[in-house]
Each structure stands twice: as C-alpha cells, then as structure tokens.
C-alpha cells in the first residue's frame, strides 16, 4: 500500500483517521437517537394492570368497564411525565427522521387500537377474542414495521410471535385467552423491553470505553 | 496520471467533521450534545460551529425549552451535498493511495 502527501501535508493515514472518525460519530449519532426499551416495558405492565384488578375485584361492573381507560389514560401520563423528566435531566434534544418514523408507527397504532376498542365498546359489539386477537396483530403490525425500518431481526421475531398469537386465538378454546394475552404482554412487551434495554446500556458503557 | 481532489478545508478539520457526521444521521441537534459527544469545550465548539454556519453547512436556531436556552443545529441540504463530495473526494484519495 503505497503512501501519499497532498500538497496541504495530508497523508494517507490522515485519510484513514478521518474515515474513522466519520464512521464512529455517525454510528454514535445513531445509537444517542434510540432509547425506547423502558416504554414497552411500561405498556406491558400497563395492560396487565387491568386484568390484575380485574381478577382482585371480581364481579364489578364498575372495574370492568373502567379499569382499561384509566390503566391506559394512566399510562399515557406515565409516558409523557417520564420523557419529560428524562429530556429536561439530559438538556438535549437529538431527533432523527428514523427516530420519529418509528414513533409515528407507534403513535398510529396506538389511536387505530383506541378507536377500534372505544368503538366496540359503545356499540356493546365486544367479546375477549375479538379484542384481544385485534390488540395482538395492531401491535404485531407495529413490531413488524418498526423491525423493517431499524433492519432489526430481533424485533421481527417478536412481531411473528404477536401475530400468530392473535391468529391462535381463533383456534383455540375460549379460557385460554386470558393466558395468550398474558403470555404475549410478558415476552412481547416486558421481555423485549427489557432486552432492548439492556442493549441500549451495553452500547452506552461501549460508548463510555471509547470516549475515556 | 489524473488530478486529485481537493479536500474541502472547512469539512477536513476533525472538530468539523465529527459535528458534521453527527448531524447528518439527526434531524436537528443541540449545542450541549455536540459538545458532549465530541468531548470538545465551549469555546472551540462555538468557534468550529461559527465556521460551518459561515460556510452554510449548518443552521443555528436559539430557543428557550421552559426557562432554558438551547442552541438547535441543523445540517443544511448545501452541508449534506458538501459533506457527500468530500466523502467522494476522500474515497478517490485513498483509492489512488493503493
């Protein structure tokens, strides 16, 4: 490999540092934009909380039918006070058109679920396989979406595993819905949340190596 | 044997380059976190981005968030075509280096 000066004294390892250096701050502008881990996890325990009441306070009209809009009007609260704390605690503001891509999926997915839950129910056209076969595969399609725009493998898997959970409950018995329901809330939003999180910390402390 | 580029000066300095290569994988960007993710201080940061507003390669937009200033940077389209012509300047630089 033969080396080189231009005429302002740059040389080819100059060259090489530079290429690097671009490589290691794009790739780092990349990782600072993802931090979302810590919000599937709050939704996952955010829609276990109504069934957990429901199943402390049986046979109750009232937490029946109120337990899912304030579980979901709590978690939005959660959402926007966490991120709040975290933007103002941080001082930085880094958005990416990824970033919001991604958010907007989700954002989506959240009102499609809304109005379609919202509209059955005051229409009383609701039955616990309908809703939760409709809840699996809108958050499936969000996971799948998501995985195509981050190339994820990771998350691609997890959106198969809500959508054939949400095609199963058509096959199978009526009292296992709860379970699939419960199952899918642990692995597909607790447990993946708390992977991605734990990728996040791995890239931060890789992050931190490099930077000492 | 043919003509080698020039490297665009204003791009080249490292300060410069790393700033500009994480602007482009972000929509806007704020002052502190610049600074915090190249380990510069203020006030070579402030000067490296006062040349790169100069040039036109970045946007500077002040703001309050709540009671607190921000500066926001963005990567101007004029950044994006400059950065991708050093990017193929530096690629015909090395290839002729092999």
Known sequence: MANFKTEDGTTR???????????????????????FGWIFVLWGLIDLAPIGWQLAVPHSDWVDIWSWPIAIACGFAIQILVMAIRRRRSGVVCSSMRGRSISAVWAMMGLTAML?????????????????????????????TSAMILRWRAQGIVACVWWIGGVALFFLSNRYWLQVFVGEMCFGMIGFGLYAM?????NSSAEGQTNA | ???????????????RLAVLSLLVGVE?????????????????????MMKLEEAGYVS????????????????TPVGRKALAKYVAALKTLLGAAL
């Open chain 2, 60 to 75: 500077m937009q002040k703001q309050f968030a709540g009671r607190k200033p921000q500066t926001l940077y963005r990567m």
């Open chain 2, 28 to 48: 806007e960007a704020d002052f502190t976190w610049l600074r915090d993710k190249t380990a510069s201080t203020d006030g070579n940061l402030g000067a490296q």
């Open chain 1, 13 to 35: 390892d100059d060259l090489v540092q530079r290429v690097a250096l671009m490589e290691e701050m794009i790739a780092e502008g990349r990782r600072s934009t993802i931090c």
């Open chain 2, 1 to 15: 044997m043919p003509e080698l580029p020039d490297l665009d000066p204003v791009i080249h300095g490292k300060l």
């Open chain 1, 116 to 144: 379609y839950f919202a509209g059955a129910m005051v229409a009383h056209k609701s039955g616990p396989i309908a809703f939760t076969a409709a809840m699996l595969m809108f958050v499936g399609m969000a996971h799948g």
């Open chain 1, 198 to 202: 734990w990728l996040e910390r791995r």
